[in-house]
């Protein structure tokens, strides 16, 4: 069965650092989804990947997925308070609907 | 942007009795809908897929007779956790599949339920 590791397990950081977070498959990857979570509450959506070398960003966060589609990064740039929780990485298992998640990375910004 | 939510929010129920979740999605169809289990510090981990009009997909160890799915309309999925033990209190999120956007699932707040 498919696996994704993140690392790191957790972050603290200082506001206005630059930080990566990586999301590791034991499978090729057919697709990648980033989502925020905030302790004790759903899933908010960031961004999906889905080519070979493909980059996306909003705002201050810039997620990309290496040419093997076995890794993706998540690099925020000048972090701040409102970037803590909880980021999961998931990807969709082949030919379903089904999504299965990484460990997670639990994010602190300190002022 | 595609919203999804949950009700209730949270719920404490007494040890045998059985707890309605409801899951809709308030601007989008979804012909497809997911319900997640979550352990404290600990990811999601995929209980059922539930599809409208027809029975859902249970994963492997998760008991279908004890966690009910309906989806009964393409707006709304329900779980019902039946004759609930302290071991099922945990937090129950849902996801739903937005019919004109096929590659996004937009989650729901979640649900805690506590078992006492």
């Known amino acids: 069965s498919q696996e994704l590791e993140q690392s790191p397990q957790s972050l603290i950081v200082q506001e206005g650092k630059n930080l990566t977070i990586n999301c590791t498959s034991s499978?090729?990857?057919?697709?990648l989804y980033w989502y925020k979570q905030k302790y004790g509450e759903g899933l908010i959506f960031l961004m999906m990947l889905q080519k070979g070398g493909e980059e996306k960003s909003h705002e201050k966060i810039t997620a990309k997925l290496d040419e093997k589609k076995q890794q993706s990064s998540l690099h925020i740039t000048a972090s701040q308070p409102s970037h803590a929780g909880i980021y999961l990485c998931?990807?969709?298992?082949?030919?379903?609907?089904?999504?299965?998640f990484g460990t997670g990375t639990r994010l602190q910004v300190f002022p | 942007g595609a919203v999804v939510s949950q009700h209730p929010s949270w719920v404490i129920c007494k040890s045998g009795t059985s707890v309605k979740i409801e899951c809709r999605s308030l601007d989008f169809q979804a012909t497809t809908m997911f319900w997640y289990r979550q352990f404290p510090k600990q990811s999601l981990m995929l209980m059922a897929t539930?599809?409208?009009?027809?029975?859902?997909?249970?994963e492997q160890g998760v008991e279908k007779d004890k966690f009910l799915i309906n989806h009964a309309s393409l707006t709304l999925s329900t779980l019902t956790v039946t004759s609930a033990h302290p071991e099922d209190s945990s937090f129950y999120i849902c996801?739903?599949?937005?019919?004109?956007?096929?590659?996004?699932?937009?989650f729901g707040p979640g649900t805690r339920l506590l078992v006492l």
């Open positions: 499978k090729t990857l057919y697709g």
């Open positions: 996801s739903a599949r937005d019919w004109g956007d096929q590659e996004t699932q937009y």
């Open positions: 998931g990807a969709p298992t082949w030919n379903t609907d089904k999504l299965i």
């Open positions: 539930s599809n409208e009009g027809s029975k859902a997909t249970y």
